[in-house]
């Protein structure tokens, strides 16, 4: 493995690629990349660096995104069959059925959707600036695709906003049950429950701290408590675990995996640097229409 890490190590210099990870990944690729972070973090990090070639070990939402933000670089991924059900759980022909239904409705779309569907939406949000951007609206009616949990949490922090959800989920958080973070609690009563807003209602109710992935590393960092039950994907112990050598971090069940994020390897970063031939190509028709909606996000956010 050290030769294989060295050997990355000389590709990406020797070609000018910057390799970005996503949290949910395993703990050695976060090791390897030269960035690590959020769905947020990302997006805007790719619009920053220099490099001619972005490496994206993450989720095919991800490197398409990149590739609509910098449609002059080239944008590889690891692995082609890395994909997110929740993505998919969107349809053009519902936005329109809204739209022509709602007056005055902006469609919000959670950055983990298709590149088609963000060409159909007016905005894009990650779930750390979701409710920043959804006040930011001048719009009352708000259609919140795909994720119907993260649209739930936001929807109940906007009562002013009527915000018409979408029935798509996560896998993997809707899996942490209240049931088993009961249990773990039981165990670990003196540990914090903090929650992804992907988590279904019944979950957050009971949490101690609701944020994305990077607002809990924040939130572990910060706070005085030793213990935390994390109710979201595992990969995020290797960064809370290396920021906080002294705290515990437990999970809630065996569920908390995405196997399409555990599908990247050394290995595969590595014959990627070699051939690099898994290029991120997108439709010339969505470039301009979803860049607008990812560019959007980008200036609300700040």
Not at 48 to 66: H, P
Not at 80 to 106: G, L, N, Q, W
Not at 141 to 170: H, M, Q, T, W
Request: aromatic share 8%; net charge negative.
């Amino acid at each position: 493995m050290e030769d294989i890490m060295k050997r990355i190590k000389e590709l990406k210099n020797e070609k000018n690629v910057v390799i970005l990870a996503h949290y949910y990944t395993d703990g050695q690729i976060q090791t390897l990349a030269d960035y690590v972070g959020d769905s947020y973090y990302l997006s805007k990090i790719a619009t920053e660096v220099v490099q001619n070639t972005i490496l994206f070990c993450g989720v095919s939402f991800m490197g398409e995104s990149a590739k609509l933000l910098n449609p002059e670089k080239t944008v590889i991924m690891p692995d082609s069959f890395a994909d997110c059900p929740m993505a998919h759980m969107a349809d053009s022909d519902k936005i329109k059925e809204v739209r022509d239904t709602y007056e005055d409705v902006a469609v919000v779309c959670y950055i983990n959707s298709t590149a088609e569907i963000k060409a159909n939406s007016d905005v894009c949000v990650t779930s750390a600036n979701a409710l920043n951007i959804v006040k930011a609206l001048p719009n009352k009616n708000i259609y919140f695709i795909p994720d119907g949990n993260l649209g739930r949490y936001i929807a109940n922090l906007v009562p002013e906003k009527n915000v018409i959800l979408s029935d798509g989920f996560c896998h993997v958080h809707t899996s942490i049950t209240k049931e088993n973070i009961e249990k773990a609690k039981k165990v670990h009563p003196e540990a914090l429950i903090l929650a992804h807003p992907e988590c279904t209602w019944e979950v957050l109710e009971i949490s101690d701290y609701i944020g994305s992935t990077s607002g809990i590393i924040e939130f572990a960092g910060k706070s005085d408590a030793g213990s935390f039950i994390i109710c979201t994907e595992m990969g995020v112990l290797h960064e809370l675990k290396m920021k906080n050598p002294d705290k515990k971090f437990f999970s809630v069940g065996h569920r908390q995996f995405c196997p399409n994020m555990k599908r990247i390897t050394a290995q595969k970063v590595l014959e990627q640097l070699e051939t690099m031939d898994n290029v991120v190509e997108l439709k010339e028709e969505l470039y301009e229409k979803a860049n607008q909606s990812l560019t959007r996000m980008l200036e609300l956010a700040k």
